[in-house]
Every structure is written in C-alpha cells, then in structure tokens.
C-alpha cells in the first residue's frame, strides 16, 4: 500500500508554544489530505480536511486560527497548533488519499503531542 | 442516529476461535466501504476494502449487505496478534469525505 509519513512522532512543548507537524504521501501524490485528532480510548475526529492549492475545510468546533493548515504541494500537509494549551494534548494523525485509488486513504503514524 | 455504528465491545475470544462483526450506515448513497485496523497507540492501518461481491483475504472475510445497510466482517482462526480495535469506514456518493465507526475492540486471549 501506499506509504504516509508524519513529523515529529513525538513532540513535548510548554504552554503557549507552537508546534507544527508535517504529513508526507511518499510514493504517491495526493489532492486530499485529512487530519485527525484521537484523545486515549476514543475514536478518531476529523479535525480538517487539506486541498491541495486551496484553503482547509474545518470540522464544526475546530478552530482554524488555532489549528492552522497549508497543503502547498501534492506531497505535503502541515499542521501547526498554535499557542498551545495542555487540552491540545493529543495523537494528531494524518491520512491522504491516494489519487490512483481515490476512495482509499492512508494514514500517517500519529504525532503524539503533550503540552505542559 | 449515527451515520455509521459500530458494537464497541470488547469482544473477548480465546485463541482459534470465529468471530464476526457488523458495522450499519445510515446514508443509502454510501459508496465504499472500509475495514481499518488499529492497534493501542498507532494509526488505522487499512485492512481490506468491500466490495458487493464480498471480499476474503485468508483468515478474513469482509460482506456487504446493501438492502439492510451493513457490512460484516469475519475472522476465522483466531490469533493473539487480531487484538485490535477495527474501524469501519463509509465513503458515500459524491463525498470525499470518510466517515469512521467508534471501533468494534477484539481481545485474543490463550
């Protein structure tokens, strides 16, 4: 299957801080990419979904100023939280979908944040 | 009601054993269907896809029922490392957008 990258896959920061996590399609391009967030013991959440060359359409609730998304290329999707708070604390994971095979998604290892 | 449900178990079978889940939608216009596994503390890794005809790949058999709105999948011979939560995920017509279960947890006990 097709190969996404993600990084950092760890990252600590103090409070007000800010992080950004890159998300890598790394054999094949990719138009949409999605970022999810999975707090312990629950499901995944769409946060965003990432266009390529366009802006990022945010799930209700999700902040855009605070979770902000660049999808400049068709390898490439970053996500950078934003004077970070201890509630940011999360798994934030990746997935893109694979144009070849346009229903299928893959995702990314997860970038576990802990913001202190 | 919830676009795509899932049991949350846990199901709990010992080694060897058949063990069958089912996943409903709500959207008649779902297209594509999903099962994704994902164990503690790492992300979904795509399992199989289901087709109408059905779809079995060794040990697991994936099942698409489209008039009663629920795809099903089957593990046969269960073994330790099935223990996983799987996620079942629904694309619908003229949506990009996918739309993932809670996750059905299976525990593979000795």
Same mark, same amino acid.
């Given at each position: 299957g097709a190969v996404v990258s993600q990084h950092p896959s760890w990252v600590i920061c103090k409070s007000g801080t800010s992080v950004k996590i890159e998300c890598r399609s790394l054999d094949f391009q990719a138009t949409t990419m999605f970022w999810y967030r999975q707090f312990p013991k629950q499901s995944l959440m769409l946060m965003a979904t990432s266009n390529e060359g366009s802006k990022a359409t945010y799930e209700q609730g999700v902040e855009k100023d605070k979770f902000l998304i660049n999808h400049a290329s068709l390898t490439l999707s970053t996500l950078t939280v934003t004077s970070a708070h201890p509630e940011d604390s999360s798994f934030y994971i990746c997935s893109a979908r694979d144009r070849r095979h346009a229903d299928e998604q893959y995702f990314g290892p997860g970038t576990r944040l802990t913001v202190t | 009601r919830k676009e795509v449900e899932q049991d949350p178990g846990p199901f709990n079978v010992p080694e060897g054993a058949t063990v069958a889940f089912n996943c409903t939608y709500s959207n008649s216009a779902s297209q594509s269907f999903f099962w994704y596994r994902q164990d503690c503390r790492k992300e979904p890794k795509l399992l199989m896809s289901v087709y109408s005809s059905g779809n079995e790949d060794g040990r697991f058999t994936a099942q698409l029922n489209r008039a009663s709105q629920y795809i099903s999948l089957l593990i046969r &011979? @269960?073994?330790? @490392? &099935? @223990?996983a939560t799987y996620l079942c995920v629904v694309n619908s017509k003229g949506s990009y957008i996918p739309t993932f279960g809670r996750g059905t947890s299976l525990i593979v006990h000795p």
């Open positions: - | &011979d @269960s073994k330790l @490392s &099935d @223990s």
